[in-house]
């Protein structure tokens, strides 16, 4: 590590909400890595001890390394916490600082160079990374590299597993003519909003159909939507490596992209992306040019979930099945949506819907955590697995990317693929009782 001053560490590691915390341990219970390790270290609250006696000089900032990466950043223990602690904010505070006084490996720079700054940077560089996944799919480089082993030989076990649970992408030509970046899609009905939508980087990639599926309810929920041209990742995979001021600059890119149309609603299909638009107010509150577009930017986010059901219903119509619901963290403990994903569920005619064991326990994703620390991230997606067993749901419903990767390469892990059991959005359930309805309407059955 550089060298740096304890009043600059203080500053820098947000210490006046460290001493915050009362070492209660009420975040105890609700942590999952403490309760997998029963080690204080990987609890919120040994963490932020540790933090703090960084602070005041009494460790190294290399002491906390590992323990901090050892955090999945869910933030249950936010909800769980009596004294309203702040923990993400001392937490991404604390990688940041990290990364900055870190001496990296040329490796290390030359990944997250790459891979956050040129990829996930830039509007093109999402396209491109889009681009080369379907060719990567489409050529058979990927079958090819999976047979022989030299997707895991060379990228991880973590990532080829990842990469075989990766559902195919669409071509360039199907994202085109599927509406890109300035495309509107008209209100079906009478218009009650206009909203942009924001696509998400990994979403947008992997989870495109999905994205889609969002766009149709809205549009029959009487929503003009907006493809928001120069819109960018949301910046919170940059939160979760620390680097923090490339995920300020994600943030002013798409305040300043949404802020060039008229527009009631900032709509996103991603828990996690959510979460983060939500909270650029709180990542911008010191800047004196962006602090008040930050919070008219973030007072304008509504997840799909939260603006379906504050329109006028949409006509559904059955889709029979059994399914459990995966909440994303982000969602459930930072936006705090944890009903309305439910009772939308529950509205789908022929649809049983059944709580999951421990729903409030992290999947494991983590953004990029199941790649960073993929023993742990695998032991609490092995956990969430076998309770959608318990379940006897086919469908696990989920509503983050992350989550569905994640949750689909469990799944196949634990064998349920070949059972039949399938990781599903949200916003497909809904889209897929949509047309049943319309369905029924063009035969001139009963739809309820």
Same mark, same amino acid.
């Given at each position: ?11 820098? !590691? ?62 249950? *223990? ?31 720079? !030359? ?46 076990? /973590?990532?080829?597993? !990842? ?17 890109? $970046? ?18 998400? *980087? ?20 009487? *929503? ?116 309305? $994903? ?19 326990? *992290? ?41 569905? !990767? ?30 049943? /309805? ?11």
């Amino acid at each position: 590590m550089s060298s740096v001053s304890l009043t600059n560490l203080k500053e820098a !590691l947000n210490y006046d909400e460290i001493v915050n915390c009362m070492r209660c341990g009420f975040c105890l219970a609700a942590c999952p890595t403490y309760k997998l390790s029963l080690h204080e270290p990987r609890s919120p609250r040994g963490r932020i001890a540790l933090a703090r006696a960084v602070a005041e000089g009494h460790l190294d900032l290399n002491d906390i390394v590992g323990p901090l990466d050892q955090c999945v950043g869910c933030r249950a *223990c936010e909800v769980a916490c009596p004294a309203g602690v702040h923990y993400g904010e001392i937490l991404e505070a604390a990688r940041a600082t990290i990364v900055e006084h870190k001496e990296q490996s040329a490796l290390e720079r !030359l990944v997250r160079k790459v891979g956050l700054k040129w990829v996930l940077g830039t509007p093109a560089g999402i396209r491109f990374a889009g681009w080369a996944l379907w060719f990567w799919q489409v050529t058979g480089l990927s079958w090819l590299a999976r047979k022989t082993g030299l997707t895991q030989a060379v990228a991880g076990k /973590a990532m080829a597993e !990842l990469e075989a649970a990766m559902p195919r992408v669409p071509s360039p030509v199907k994202r085109f003519m599927g509406g890109g $970046p300035g495309h509107v899609f008209p209100a079906i009905g009478e218009r009650r909003a206009r909203v942009g939508f924001f696509t998400g *980087c990994i979403q947008e990639i992997t989870f495109w159909k999905e994205n889609r599926d969002a766009i149709a309810l809205l549009q029959n929920a009487g *929503c003009e939507v907006l493809i928001v041209p120069g819109q960018g990742c949301c910046g919170a995979v940059h939160t979760h490596t620390g680097e923090e001021a490339a995920a300020h600059e994600q943030a002013k890119r798409n305040i300043a992209a949404f802020e060039r149309h008229q527009i009631d609603y900032v709509v996103n299909a991603a828990g996690g992306c959510g979460a983060a638009l939500k909270e650029y107010k709180i990542w911008l509150k010191g800047d004196p040019e962006w602090a008040e577009r930050a919070k008219k930017f973030s007072a304008s986010v509504r997840d799909i979930s939260e603006i379906l059901l504050s329109l006028p219903p949409i006509p559904l119509g059955p889709r029979p099945g059994r399914v459990t619901f995966q909440d994303s963290c982000h969602m459930r403990n930072v936006q705090k949506l944890v009903n309305e $994903p439910r009772k939308l569920l529950s509205s789908v005619p022929g649809l049983e819907f059944v709580e999951i064991g421990n729903a409030d326990q *992290c999947c494991g994703a983590g953004g990029v955590y199941n790649i960073m620390q993929p023993e742990t991230a695998n032991a609490m997606g092995a956990d969430k697995a076998s309770r959608v067993k318990a379940t006897g749901a086919r469908e696990l419903v989920v509503a983050n990317p992350p989550c569905q !990767l994640h949750m689909r390469a469990s799944l196949m892990r634990a064998g349920l693929d070949k059972e039949g059991v399938r990781v599903v959005h949200l916003a497909t359930v809904l889209r897929e009782s949509m047309d049943a /309805a319309k369905s029924q309407e063009r035969t001139g059955q009963t739809t309820r």
